[in-house]
């Protein structure tokens, strides 16, 4: 596979256009589409495929269309010529720009058939709610993060999915792969040899797993199947879907939507990269297990030991936070630690170290 750059951005990516060549003549494009606020992550990396019809694999955040639109035009093509738009999962920096590529083009729509049912729900609001039903959970109150969450459930709210999708199904040249975990809904995207994996792999940086606990607020609000047993949120639920997609025997390359391409440098990857993600949440769990044996039980002073290379602050804290209660839960479920309540207050190491072997297992 050739790859190259064909329209330089800034240092993180933003606004660049890439393009990769494949021996079958293939032709892959990728967009760095900008957040709409300042973050480090850089840009969601928008992928172009001419293939029966021009697709997008996710359009990226609301409010940054205008580098779409203009990177479509570099290209040779126009937001009105989409034929099809694949959201990879509903997280505001890969389906916010959806609604405006779907009013210019009225492209087909597709996403896991999760997607539309978070979609219509106010699922801020019940995230919130229920995280402040727990005393140890830090308040969520950046007015930046709410404002920006809330404008892209507006937007997304009633989106029409024209093909929602379920595990392994195949549509034209493109096989759907459900991989739960970072979210409920995520979805990676074969396309002959080649894997999109939205947030689920990822180069130079490890997804945020999302908790089991968010499980219970939405188990009756998800469509009938979803409501027998937790298999779609939490560390356990993502490092399954890792060990899923590791099963595709025939992946050569992984395009994944953020950091593929920072600095002036591609960071190309493969299937070995779900590995690499699967030892890191072992040696997190070791670590975490290590303080707790040590004497500490504070959550709030264990997050910011596990996270002690950062500065946690607002949201940042508060994202560390939950990371640490996704590792805290598949402790406790290793039967590693105890607690002295449902709300995570004084976990209590048991003697136990049985994380790995469990992981292992899964």
Known sequence: MEHKIILSGDEQGNNAILEYTFPNGMVVNAIGVPQSWDTPLGPTWS??????????????????????????EYLGYSLSSVGNVIISHGHMDHDGNTLGVLTESGADLYAHEVYPALKELDRWEIEHAWRNSYSEFPEMDDPDVIDRVKVNENQTKHLGVTHPVTDGENHGAFKFIYTPGHSPDELCIKLDNVLFSGDHILPKITPHPSMSLSYIPFKSLLPKGYQDGNDYYGLATYIKSLKKTQQLLDIDIVFAAHRTFRYEQFHLIGMERAEEIILHHKERCWEMLKL???????????????????????????????????????????GDVSLESSEFVNPTPTGTDNFAKMIDAF
């Open 292 to 334: 707790i044996q040590s004497g500490i039980t504070d959550l709030e002073q264990l997050t910011r030991k596990m996270f002690s290379n950062r500065v946690l602050e607002g949201s940042q804290y508060y994202s560390a936070f939950t990371e640490n209660i996704s590792h805290l839960e598949l402790l406790r479920d290793a």
């Open 47 to 72: 992928y172009i495929i001419k293939h029966d019809k021009l697709t997008v694999i996710d359009p990226g955040c609301y409010g940054s269309i205008t580098t779409l639109k203009h990177g479509l």
